[in-house]
């Protein structure tokens, strides 16, 4: 199994300026950044997950990425796709950056794995065929529970395409 995760609205915020009662990551210039409620235990669910190719495919600069992805202190291998491996495509409301698994299927090992994405934005992958886990954006609400839902979609995905490597300690409710 293959999962491709996004970052900004997705897995953390960033803001130009500081949000009450949320706790600074860091900063950097004038950004502020914000992990999303339940990332730990998001992350601490992927580590479990043996024999699982892990990609952060990002719309972002490599170099803010990889900042991004350094203060969330990752537990596990990862591969990095970011703005260079994307293709930009201008509509109405301005430019945006398309995402491909051809991109990623060209590098990443096993790539006839099956392949679940966690995004805020469906509209930004370029073809069908996507296995996506819609994630609404996150903006710094406290209450977000979205990491913690989207865990139980993953696994659903992954015992419903019959994923033999799942090792799962979860207690069960």
Known sequence: MTIVLDLDHCLIY????ELEGLPLIGKRGYLHLYHRPGL???LTFLAKMKNWDIVFYTSSK?????W???SMSVPFEYQ?????????????IGE??????????MKV????RRTIVLDDRPDLWDETGVELVSIDPWHGELSDTEL????????????????RSLNLNLKRQ
């Open 14 to 17: 960033a803001s130009y300026s």
């Open 40 to 42: 730990d235990q998001f």
């Open 62 to 66: 490599a170099s803010y990425a990889r």
């Open 68 to 70: 991004v992805i350094k």
């Open 80 to 92: 990095l796709f970011s703005r260079s491996n994307t293709k930009k495509k201008y509509t109405e």
């Open 96 to 105: 945006v950056y398309l995402k491909s698994l051809a991109k990623i299927e």
């Open 109 to 112: 090992e096993n790539s006839d």
């Open 148 to 163: 913690e839902q989207a865990i139980r979609r993953i696994i659903k995905i992954a015992h419903k395409k019959n994923v």
